[in-house]
């Protein structure tokens, strides 16, 4: 996986290699998808699929901001001081 901003990119090629079900070719290169050719081409078709170059592996592109859930905040209140006044010791 790598992030680029608000955005990922994820691998989908299936790490179980033996499903020849998944196995056929997409944009040039014949993988074990982890999706069946139908959806990958349906994902291609709505822009969720990138494809750095001819002949490169296809990667899912996934955005932050159409994730489910909270992002983490800078404020945590569930941790507690590392002694009874709150101070740090030093030496």
């Known amino acids: 996986m790598m992030i680029k901003g608000n955005q990922w990119v994820l ?3 299936n790490p179980n290699p033996n499903r020849p079900n998944l196995t056929y070719e997409f944009l040039g290169v014949t ?3 982890r999706w069946t050719k139908e959806r990958m081409e349906a994902a ?3 822009g969720m699929i990138h ?3 001819p002949g490169k592996v296809p990667r899912q592109k996934r955005y932050l901001d159409e994730q489910r859930g909270l992002p ?6 569930d941790i507690l001081p590392l002694n009874s006044q709150g101070q740090e010791r030093l030496g």
């Open 11 to 13: 691998s989908l090629v």
């Open 31 to 33: 993988k074990v998808w």
């Open 44 to 46: 291609y078709e709505a």
């Open 51 to 53: 494809q750095s170059a």
């Open 72 to 77: 983490y905040s800078d404020v945590w209140t």
